[in-house]
């Protein structure tokens, strides 16, 4: 029962939402858009019981005093949000917005920028030409640095047009050839799962 | 302490190559690439009051590359006096881009309402796109600021797909694939798209066989279509500190292996 | 300077401070980062979705079968009881089962069929001359496959088409490791100019 019922919902609803991409018939338009909108409201509520999760787990670990004062910090923030939308409301001006223009995201781009400093680091330590492969690899990321500066084209035409026939041939083959692959297996694992041989997703409760 | 001392010493090295080459601020000439001169070339040649989507597909992370190019995109877009409808399939995106469509809508005194609107943001990226093709107005019945969809003047006569000249995906991941696979292969929709350079060769099949149509592709492509635009932005000036940082990684590679090289060939001599 | 600037510098040189080593100064900011990012979510989603696509048409326009996702959204709170938790695979299933066969059709067309169409170009040009670059594509798209083509030992044939797949597969690390640089030094860029424009007012 506990196992039957989800296998049987994700069959009907798997074969329904293949099935009218086949169908004009206005039944099962009203029936696509009306589980289209279904769908969205359900991954909005695993947002909700995500950000509850997270609640009740940092509430635990302070009381248990593993790390109080971050997950302190990191509760607070949770709560700042919405108590500055209830207030002021989301639109420009309001501080939920200067929430987000002054804090959120200055600082998750700092923490993206952070990347540039292990790359480069990364680029003096680990990028070796040990084997064939790896010069290939390496002789390829240098072209495409050397060609898409500016100060490159200022020296030689050449080093744009070679970065670009890189690129677009036999780089794009070998993604190509990715992208082909994720599509074939992607199909698969789609109809393993609607006709439930697939079913990791029952588990983890 | 040896290890920590050389990643202080690259970490610095590179802080004051950006800085310094930053602070010079030397304009530079860029050629165009191929794909930045088709999207530019397109918008170019869109007649007036056409429609277009704006999608603000990318988290706060990746806006100090991806805003030049939106920025970018969007003041050439109300220049050419066309209609814009804007939308964020990435929660961050919303707020941000809110505020660039606000903000070049009003350098170019566009009305909301009329010649643009912000819809806000839907989750499950997937069925907001297919649903967009069904009925626009279903899947955003209310716009950002609470505007019921059906009174805005922008919205009279448009629906669906139909009635949209180009989806423009502004991303730093795979929604612009997701525009592709589920808006140009179900509704035959056309996609352009504005990236950071990280995903620039993810996309290079999808541009090859012509399911995308276009593509700006991180601050150099931002520089590019400045300067196709014709107005010296924020793209424009971090080429000198793009063109720095690259020569620094490419030293770092060269001095990297030529230690390596001699390690090992003294491992073989001794 | 506008407190909004001062805050946003200062926090940029708490996560900054990380680069010299993990201190008190950057765990706080990155707490306080995670917290804002999902308070931040939550009023996102609360807007757009259960006030706009549910609550409203639901209580204002009578939209009854809008019970249903509803009832379905709430069983998903059945995960924080052991005891009730099995009904929250009913929800998950409806919303995996939906994502499977709206994908199928959309790999099929998007990523499969119409990739192979593109990969199909003449390798003699019109004026006789062969297409080198045609022919650059149609090798490397088939000597990847044969890469990940697991079914069969890599030997002979097979075996050589794979080796000469991985070197592409090195063209393509290559370039997307050279972009990848080109982004993170961009990103880098961007708040030095926020450092040195706004913050510090050092250059206009």
């Given at each position: 029962m506990r196992t039957k019922i989800p296998l049987l919902v994700c069959l009907?609803?798997?074969?329904?939402?293949?099935?009218?991409?086949?169908?004009?018939?206005?039944?099962?338009?009203?029936?696509?858009?009306?589980?289209?909108?279904?769908?969205?409201?359900?991954?909005?509520?695993?947002?909700?019981?995500?950000?509850?999760?997270?609640?009740?787990?940092?509430?635990?670990?302070?009381?248990?005093?593993?790390?109080?004062?971050?997950?302190?910090?990191?509760?607070?923030?949770?709560?700042?949000m919405p108590v500055l939308a209830l207030i002021g409301g989301t639109k420009t001006g309001s501080p939920f917005l200067w929430s987000f223009q002054n804090m959120l995201a200055p600082m998750q781009s700092t923490v993206f920028s952070l990347l540039a400093f292990f790359v480069a680091s990364a680029s003096y330590r680990g990028f070796r030409a040990r084997t064939i492969p790896a010069t290939i690899l390496l002789v390829t990321a240098l072209i495409v640095l050397i060609g898409r500066i500016p100060l490159a084209e200022l020296i030689s035409q050449s080093f744009p047009k070679i970065t670009f026939w890189v690129q677009d041939y036999p780089s794009m083959a070998a993604r190509r050839a990715i992208l082909i692959g994720i599509g074939l297996g992607s199909m698969t694992t789609a109809l393993r799962v609607i006709l439930g041989i697939e079913r990791t997703y029952l588990r983890g409760e | 302490m040896e290890r920590l001392r050389t990643r202080?010493?690259?970490?610095?090295?590179?802080?004051?190559?950006?800085?310094?080459?930053?602070?010079?601020?030397?304009?530079?000439?860029?050629?165009?690439?191929?794909?930045?001169?088709?999207?530019?070339?397109?918008?170019?040649?869109?007649?007036?009051?056409?429609?277009?989507?704006?999608?603000?597909?990318?988290?706060?992370?990746?806006?100090?590359?991806?805003?030049?190019?939106?920025?970018?995109?969007?003041?050439?877009?109300?220049?050419?006096?066309?209609?814009?409808?804007?939308?964020?399939?990435?929660?961050?995106?919303?707020?941000i881009g809110y505020e660039m469509l606000n903000r070049t809508a009003g350098e170019c005194n566009r009305n909301y309402g009329r010649d643009y609107v912000f819809l806000g943001f839907k989750p499950q990226y997937i069925s907001a796109i297919l649903g967009l093709g069904e009925s626009i107005r279903r899947v955003f019945p209310e716009d950002y600021p609470g505007n019921k969809t059906d009174t805005l003047a922008i919205m009279r006569n448009i629906d669906t797909y139909d009635s949209v000249r180009m989806v423009i995906s502004i991303a730093d991941g795979d929604r612009t694939m997701q525009w592709i696979e589920y808006a140009?292969?179900?509704?035959?929709?056309?996609?352009?798209?504005?990236?950071?350079?990280?995903?620039?060769?993810?996309?290079?099949?999808?541009?090859?066989?012509?399911?995308l149509f276009a593509v700006v592709g991180g601050l150099r492509g931002a520089a590019e279509y400045e300067l196709l635009y014709g107005r010296r932005a924020a793209g424009n000036r971090g080429m000198l500190a793009q063109s720095g940082a690259h020569a620094y990684v490419i030293a770092l590679i060269i001095i990297g292996n030529i230690i390596f090289f001699r390690s090992r060939r003294r491992k073989r001599e001794g | 300077m506008e407190i909004g600037t001062i805050i946003a510098g200062i926090l940029t040189l708490a996560i900054y401070s990380f680069l010299y080593r993990d201190n008190p100064v950057y765990k706080a900011a990155e707490s306080w980062l995670i917290g804002l990012s999902i308070g931040y979510a939550l009023v996102v989603f609360w807007q757009s979705?259960?006030?706009?696509?549910?609550?409203?048409?639901?209580?204002?326009?009578?939209?009854?079968?809008?019970?249903?996702?509803?009832?379905?959204?709430?069983?998903?709170?059945?995960?924080?009881?052991?005891?009730?938790?099995?009904?929250?695979?009913?929800?998950?299933?409806?919303?995996?089962?939906?994502?499977?066969?709206?994908?199928?059709?959309?790999?099929?067309?998007?990523?499969?069929?119409?990739q192979m169409s593109a990969s199909i170009m003449p390798l003699i040009s019109e004026n006789g001359t062969p297409n080198i670059e045609a022919l650059v594509v149609l090798i490397g798209l088939l000597s990847t496959l044969a890469y990940f083509y697991f079914s069969r030992e890599h030997k002979g044939v097979i075996g050589n088409a794979a080796k000469l797949g991985t070197y592409f597969l090195m063209i393509f690390f290559g370039a997307t490791f050279g972009y990848t640089v080109m982004s993170r030094m961009s990103t880098f860029i961007g708040r030095v100019d926020f450092l040195l424009t706004d913050f510090l007012h050092l250059i206009k």
């Open positions: 009907v609803f798997g074969i329904m939402m293949f099935g009218q991409y086949f169908s004009a018939h206005p039944i099962a338009k009203a029936v696509y858009n009306n589980i289209l909108e279904w769908w969205q409201i359900i991954f909005a509520f695993t947002l909700l019981v995500g950000v509850a999760s997270f609640a009740r787990n940092s509430l635990r670990n302070i009381s248990q005093r593993k790390e109080p004062i971050h997950r302190s910090i990191a509760l607070a923030g949770l709560l700042v | 202080w010493i690259i970490f610095l090295g590179l802080a004051a190559v950006v800085v310094i080459s930053y602070t010079m601020n030397l304009p530079f000439k860029t050629s165009a690439s191929p794909a930045t001169e088709k999207a530019y070339k397109y918008i170019e040649t869109l007649p007036e009051s056409s429609v277009v989507i704006i999608s603000f597909d990318h988290e706060a992370s990746s806006l100090p590359e991806i805003q030049p190019i939106a920025l970018a995109m969007l003041r050439h877009v109300f220049r050419k006096n066309l209609r814009v409808i804007g939308l964020s399939l990435f929660a961050e995106g919303t707020a140009g292969a179900r509704y035959n929709q056309k996609v352009m798209a504005g990236l950071t350079a990280a995903m620039i060769t993810s996309y290079d099949p999808y541009l090859s066989s012509g399911q | 979705t259960i006030i706009d696509i549910l609550i409203v048409p639901l209580f204002s326009e009578w939209r009854i079968i809008l019970i249903i996702p509803l009832v379905l959204g709430l069983m998903m709170f059945s995960r924080f009881s052991s005891k009730t938790s099995w009904l929250s695979r009913i929800p998950i299933a409806l919303m995996i089962g939906t994502g499977a066969g709206v994908a199928i059709p959309a790999m099929l067309y998007a990523r499969t069929l119409k």
